[in-house]
């Protein structure tokens, strides 16, 4: 009950948002078009599930966005068009992922760098890494296979969106578990979680890995959907976190539900979708975008008790 | 300005006292003595010295006036940002409007001086205001909308993108040549550049440590609720900091104008100010968290960032390699500090 409640202005704004698409562009209202818009969204929403993890352990993750570049680069050059190296591949990927999390946060826990300058770091190495790598451009091609998470779909739904309940009803299980229970407890006052037991290093080295491993999610699917560039990943980690801190979520960590972040990752995805209905699009989306993103939180947190949770 | 009635605590003792953590109590309290602005200039003389013998192997010469002044030429932008980001994370937010607040600068520069001598001083206080006015939004927004700085100043920067996206599709308008000596002057082996970032760095250290405004930024971002106890307006001590730092952007701004010799669209964002100010900050010491640090140290990491830079140049290293290793160098010299100071407290 009390989850439903500090959901209620992110659900609210929801509401509007695709009542107002539906007025614009009936199509949404049919199946087709409301899975349409799932789709697009999926990437997104998982990406918001993996950073919720990080930010209610009282951390941030501003690699994802390069992280799922690295995932699309290294899948196109790795295959290069090629069917059989898919499945393989998608593991790799998958590898990376965990491997990336796993290296923030035990730099971030283990050598006490906030999460801010580890992932910032992170950031920097994976981008020049990957096109070291390649030699400054993507090469290579997806296999069919592959793309097909991305665009194809099995009977009338996409593979997208089934991949994306089943991120988002393991997610929402996890936070049910006691892992859960401890992530919440690590963000909210990390001493009294480590004095009444709680690992505190351990559970933020798993947000990260989850983190890692949406990312990695988040980067199969986007490279089916949108294809090889090396700007698919560029400002996804705002995204992310400002769709997390668009469901209500605290940025310092300790409160907030995962369903609330996902929900405000569908909010700005549906925003997106508004403003390119409504014509608004190209340069100024930006500014819309960021009068939204402000005027949204500030109506969130007039309403929510107030708590300044500015230590990063 | 600095008598009577000395507000709070002082620089440095201002931030909770963290707890000794079991065990290496001993060894942290010996490695706390020396300051954290001494780590970072130790740490500048290691990067020149080992930066001195790699490229001495390669056959180069390191230290010579050309490299130094191409340091000091290149650090001064971001030094600038810099300065001004320290005063938004000493109060414990952070400014990530900064990088299109640069580019945004550097056009109205452009525009309003059209080439003219005349404009020049009308174009240097439309950008002193229009940064202002966005440092003004930035610290209202957090402090009277209660919006988390990270989302305030990202929201702010997606706006100032939005709006130069639109109106420009390239560099417009141009700077008179008496002002492009700002850029490219020297001053013998001082280019003119590096004495506008010092003089920069010179007025913020004066702020912070000898007036009234600097012992209450380091209060506010020590502990607000502490400060405001003690009757410091922490509202207005963030927006005062947020003010400053926008304005230091627009500083940067007109230097990036006068050296391109116009503005433009993308100078901001291609330099990456926003991220890379921040690193230098934390680089420089300066707790994320806020309260602890200053300008001293957030030089040093400037000239840490500007040496490796050369170094590479010198080398010859390839781009994206250079990227990979100031990741890995910006998370390691991190996490020297954080090992010798006591683990923060997370609330």
């Known amino acids: 009950m009390r989850a439903l409640r500090s959901m209620g202005p992110i659900l609210a704004v929801l509401a509007v948002l695709l009542v107002l698409i539906a007025v614009a562009n009936p199509f949404f209202l049919e199946p087709a078009g409301f899975l349409a818009f799932l789709k697009r969204a999926a990437p997104l929403v998982i990406l918001a599930a993996g950073q919720y993890f990080v930010i209610v352990s009282g951390e941030f993750d501003l690699s994802v966005g390069s992280l799922v570049t690295v995932q699309v680069v290294v899948a196109a050059r790795l295959i290069d068009g090629q069917e059989q190296a898919t499945w393989p591949v998608l593991a790799l990927l998958i590898v990376i992922g965990l491997l990336v999390g796993l290296a923030n946060g035990v730099i971030t826990t283990g050598l006490r760098v906030p999460s801010f300058i580890t992932t910032l770091g992170m950031m920097l190495v994976l981008s020049g890494a990957v096109f070291l790598w390649t030699g400054g451009a993507p090469r290579g091609a997806l296999s069919e296979t592959f793309r097909m998470f991305g665009r194809k779909d099995l009977g009338p739904v996409p593979w997208s969106v089934l991949i994306l309940l089943a991120a988002g009803t393991a997610a929402i299980l996890l936070m049910r578990s006691d892992f859960g229970k401890r992530l919440i407890a690590t963000g909210d006052n990390e001493r009294a979680a480590g004095l009444s037991g709680v690992r505190v290093d351990r559970t933020r080295i798993a947000a990260f890995v989850l983190s890692g491993l949406a990312a990695a999610v988040a980067g199969i699917l986007l490279g089916g959907f949108a294809g090889v560039s090396a700007q698919v990943g560029q400002g996804l980690e705002f995204q992310a976190i400002t769709a997390v801190v668009l469901g209500g979520v605290a940025l310092g960590g300790g409160r907030g539900s995962v369903v609330a972040a996902m929900a405000g990752a569908f909010t700005l995805e549906a925003l997106f979708t508004l403003l390119n209905l409504y014509g608004i699009s190209g340069a100024l989306e930006f500014a819309v975008q960021g009068v939204i993103i402000i005027a949204a939180v500030a109506a969130s947190a007039v309403r929510l008790p107030f708590r300044r949770a500015l230590r990063v | ?347």
Not at chain 2, 86 to 108: F, P, Q, R
Not at chain 2, 147 to 158: P, W
Not at chain 2, 323 to 345: C, H, K, L, Q, S
């Open chain 2, 1 to 347: 300005m600095t008598g009577r009635g000395r507000p709070v605590a002082a620089p440095g003792t201002a931030a909770p006292t963290a707890p000794v953590p079991p065990g290496g109590g001993g060894r942290r309290a010996l490695a706390g003595r020396v300051g954290s602005t001494q780590v970072i200039y130790l740490a500048l003389a290691g990067v020149m010295l080992v930066g001195w013998v790699l490229v001495a192997f390669d056959g180069g010469d390191f230290l010579t006036l050309e490299t130094v002044v191409g340091i000091q030429q290149r650090s001064a932008a971001l030094g600038i940002v810099a300065v001004g980001q320290t005063l938004a994370i000493l109060v414990g937010s952070l400014d990530l409007s900064v990088a299109y607040l640069i580019s945004l600068t550097s056009l109205v520069a452009a525009e309003i001086m059209a080439g003219q001598d005349g404009g020049i001083v009308p174009g240097v206080a439309a950008v002193l205001a229009v940064s202002a006015l966005i440092g003004l939004v930035n610290g209202l927004v957090i402090t009277r909308l209660h919006v988390h700085a990270f989302i305030a100043t990202l929201g702010t920067a997606l706006i100032v993108k939005g709006v130069v996206d639109h109106l420009y599709d390239g560099p417009a308008g141009s700077v008179p040549e008496s002002f492009q000596r700002l850029g490219y002057d020297r001053i013998g082996p001082v280019p003119v550049s590096a004495l506008l970032w010092a003089a920069v760095a010179v007025a913020v250290w004066f702020l912070l440590r000898r007036t009234r405004l600097g012992y209450r930024i380091y209060a506010v971002g020590g502990d607000e609720e502490v400060a405001r106890l003690s009757g410091v307006r922490t509202g207005r001590v963030v927006i005062a900091a947020h003010v400053l730092c926008s304005v230091c952007a627009g500083v940067a701004g007109l230097l990036l104008a006068s050296r391109l010799g116009a503005g433009a669209p993308t100078v901001g964002t291609d330099g990456g100010y926003d991220l890379e100010s921040i690193a230098a900050v934390v680089l420089g010491g300066t707790a994320l968290a806020g309260g602890r640090g200053g300008v001293a140290g957030t030089v040093g990491g400037v000239l840490l960032l500007a040496v490796l830079d050369s170094v590479f140049n010198q080398l010859e290293v390839n781009a994206f390699f250079k990227d990979v290793v100031r990741g890995v160098v910006i998370v390691a010299a991190v996490a020297v500090y954080a090992r010798r100071t006591a683990r923060r407290r997370s609330r």
